[in-house]
């Protein structure tokens, strides 16, 4: 029976550079290395049998290899698509395990507030929808539509019905504007609020500063020094705060707070100080408005939308204060705390800028839109269902 001659192989200096790259790569998988490297012997004249050797393979391996560049060329050196093992599942079980994913486990009877994938297995199996499946396979049949029912976020719907018009007002002045007409150089922006229950907490062991290959380690046990509030201003387009420190919230702790800002300059002799405040109980309704304009004729007090904090710009302040000065809580008395504040707040002062605010009046109209969709969509209860139900949009970007 007469031998097979082997194909040959002849390289164009393009072809040579990408199997040179490719035979040398640390990258690439070690087949396609071996793959590249026969292809280049053979463009050099080796036969089969060397070929073989050199490699430590079979030569049907070098002389299939061979045969495959001849005729394909570097797509050649890939392998071909294989139909793999029959699935086990038909779309009728895949599309009822991710339905059940998309139910609540209370509306099916199950005692859990979330699914995992072994609860959905579990339930899938005692459901009848198949005899057996694992854990890890439902979560690849989930991964196909991005389905995570382990997880929530929180929401809170809109309910104030002058949420619109408040909130424009306040965004019109952290854009320098009121009513429509351009704020002046003697009119300032100030957001205020309180952070209740800061509490110093006395760690029974030293706090270990981080060294290598360690992170900082806080001891678990603590005792309680008391708590204290934290009441701040922040001057919107100055980027600076004033503080005061108080054993609980009120009325008067506020007041003390706006007596501390608005006698020093430039805020006394401003023709008007526009106040941002939510709606605490400290600060609330009209007779804030009128208490505060009693005390001093030049300040406005502006209310943010009912469960709308997000608008007060003071709230990043405040997440700034948790992360960076409070966070781990290890202080041995409520002066540590105060002293520390009070550090942070001229640390901050001297290199603040202010925050580039980025909700927009035009996102505004577009979160009330999406308002108005979805109250559309709850008043026509004919309209299907699903997993699509989408929360309020994002409060702010920061």
């Known amino acids: 029976m007469p031998v097979c001659r082997a194909r040959p192989i002849t390289l164009t ?45 079979h030569v049907d391996t070098v002389r299939l290899w061979r045969g495959r560049y001849a005729e394909q060329g570097l797509p050649g ?27 609540l486990p209370a509306e099916t009877g199950t005692p859990l507030s979330t699914w995992s994938c072994p609860d959905l ?42 949420f619109a018009a408040k909130a424009t007002r306040v965004l019109d002045l952290y854009a320098h504007t009121y009513q429509g007409i351009p704020l002046g150089p003697d009119e300032y922006v100030i957001s205020s609020d309180e952070k209740t229950s800061i509490q110093a907490r006395c760690r029974c062991h030293p706090t270990l500063a981080p060294g290598a290959a360690r992170t900082m380690r806080v001891n678990h046990e ?95 302040y405040f997440s700034i204060v948790q992360r960076k000065v409070l966070t781990p809580n290890d202080f041995t008395s409520l002066d540590q705390v105060e002293d520390r504040l009070t550090a942070f707040e001229q640390r901050y002062n001297a290199t603040a800028r202010p925050f580039r605010w980025k909700f927009t009046p035009a996102d505004l109209e577009d979160l009330m839109a999406r308002i108005e969709r979805h109250e559309q969509k ?18 702010l970007a920061t």
């Open 77 to 103: 050196l890939t392998d071909r698509r294989r139909s793999g093992r029959p699935p086990r599942f038909t779309p009728a079980q895949v599309a009822e395990v991710k339905a059940l994913a998309c139910q």
């Open 378 to 395: 709850e008043q026509n209860p004919q309209q299907p269902s699903g997993c699509d139900h989408q929360p309020a949009a994002p409060a």
């Open 222 to 316: 603590y005792r309680r020094g008391g708590a204290l509030a934290y009441l701040a201003a922040y001057d919107v387009h100055q980027a600076r705060v004033f503080g005061h420190y108080s054993p609980k919230t009120g009325i008067i702790p506020f007041m003390t707070l706006v007596e501390q800002v608005m006698t020093q300059e430039p805020y006394a002799s401003a023709k008007r100080v526009f106040w941002v405040v939510d709606n605490g109980s400290s600060h609330r309704g009209q007779a804030a408005v009128d208490r505060l304009t009693k005390r001093f004729p030049n300040a406005v007090m502006v209310h943010t939308p009912v469960h709308a904090s997000w608008v007060n710009q003071i709230e990043i």
């Open 13 to 57: 200096a393009t072809e040579r550079h990408r199997l040179k790259a490719l035979a040398y790569s640390h990258s690439a998988g070690y087949q396609q290395v071996i793959r590249a490297r026969i292809v280049r012997d053979a463009a050099h004249g080796y036969s089969n049998a060397r070929i073989a050797v050199r490699h430590g393979v």
């Open 121 to 162: 297995a579990a339930e899938a199996v005692s459901r009848g929808i198949t005899a057996a499946i694992s854990a890890a396979t439902i979560r690849r049949i989930l991964a196909a539509d991005t389905l995570k029912p382990w997880q929530h976020q929180s929401w809170i719907f809109i309910r104030d019905p002058d």
